[in-house]
């Protein structure tokens, strides 16, 4: 796909009579709901655009047209980042997006994508679903009027593409680099200046030298995105997005109208998507990653240790800032930060111990 061509179009009857009343009650509720779903994601875009359609065409199809989906791709309806409150206000019933572009409005939402140092992708399902996690993110969206699910994930994204190698910490003083979210307050401790852009305008940013660095995903999205045009440095693990979770995000007066049916179908399709993506994306990294190194000599770099530590040093900070902000978003870190303990002691004993070994033994 010519990343151009998806960049553009980016920017660009029911009822019943009173004779039914004898009529089965499956048959009368034929009552359609508009829904209207703005995004954050280019159209057709690879991964998270193709991701965010493939729902809105799921919740059409399997509410059998009692919910009338409309779906724009950002910039079609409204701005990407002004999707959160064409929703909230009503404007639009969802949105597709990644709930940490809204942290300037409660930091809490950060944590509904992902933090640094957080938690990877099935340590996020089992905080949401089985640990307090939906509990703390449906409080926090109570209070602007939304009520929001998982949809998807991308994995533990890379750490980001640079226009110079980084040896050490002080190699990211003066970096302008794109990187929304705490993450980029830890880059800001670190003496970078984070950037925050929509996908749709970071490739011109980039090319241009507005930025000297941006994180997106990881191979499979980051191909398309051609970053290896300006930037050849390609680093990773990235600190700041472990999995990263996307958000279904609904005006909570709309969703509550809804039936009973129609709200579990909305949130099992959510599920079938959070599984979905996360198998599209794990399926295509690895084969694209090898088409960015061998086809664009693209560099291939892991951040060190003692960078590492500086990460780390920065997250403790900017987690501290963030608990002080106010007891809501002290209550969102307390209860992540306790998941993160729990469930990520089985993950080092289980996921992360096996695939050393398996990788140790096989030479992989």
Known sequence: MDRR???RKAGAAAGATAAATTLAAPAIAQKSNDMV?????PRDFPGLGVSAQRLAAR?????EGRINVQYFAAGERVGAFDSFDAVASGNAQAYNAADYYWKGKHPGWAYFTAVPFGLTYTECDAWIKYAGGQALWDELADGFGLKCFNCGNTGVQMGGWFNKEIETADDLKGLKMRIPGLGGDVMAKLGASPVSLPGGQIYENLVSGAIDATEWVGPYNDYFMKFYEAAKF???PGMHEPGSMLS?????SWFSKLSKTDQAIIEGACNEENSRQMAETNANNGAF???LIKEHGV?????NDEIYDSFGEAAA???EETRQHSKLAAKVHDGFAKAREDIGRWTGLSDAAFVRQRNRVLGL
């Not at 279904?248 to 909570?252: D, E, I, R």
């Not at 560099?299 to 951040?303: I, N, Q, R, S, V």
Request: net charge positive.
């Open 299 to 303: 560099k291939l770099k892991e951040f």
């Open 317 to 319: 900070a900017v987690f």
């Open 248 to 252: 279904f995000g609904m005006n909570k």
């Open 234 to 236: 390609y680093y990773y």
């Open 59 to 63: 919740i059409g199809e399997l509410t």
């Open 37 to 41: 779903i703005v995004s954050t994601w």
């Open 289 to 291: 990653l090898t088409k």
């Open 5 to 7: 061509s998806f960049l």
